[in-house]
């Protein structure tokens, strides 16, 4: 029996170049933006179950896209009179 007492490597910091090599790739923001969140989040665990290299970067991804959404869901507004001094 051998058990295994290799310290666990400590989570990097995302890199740029490893976040713009994984939006020019594996999650194009064309794609992410069309995909339901549910789906995105499926991908997003397969990318990190596949490729690891980018683990610290997909929760950038997945963050900026739901606050994208949020602040894109407000209704559209017309404002009637927009010289009004107020």
Known sequence: MHLN???IAPARKPCWRDLH????????PAL?????LKELRRRIREIDATHPQYR??????Y????DRRA?????LTYDTNP????
């Not at 090599?21 to 194009?28: A, F, I, K, V």
């Not at 610290?56 to 991804?61: G, K, R, Y």
């Not at 963050?63 to 739901?66: A, M």
């Open 71 to 75: 602040r894109l869901s407000g209704q």
């Open 32 to 36: 992410v933006q069309l995909v339901p």
């Open 5 to 7: 007492t290799d310290p």
């Open 21 to 28: 090599r994984l939006t020019s790739t594996l999650l194009m």
């Open 63 to 66: 963050r900026y896209e739901v």
């Open 56 to 61: 610290e970067e997909t929760p950038l991804v």
């Open 83 to 86: 010289f009004q001094l107020v």
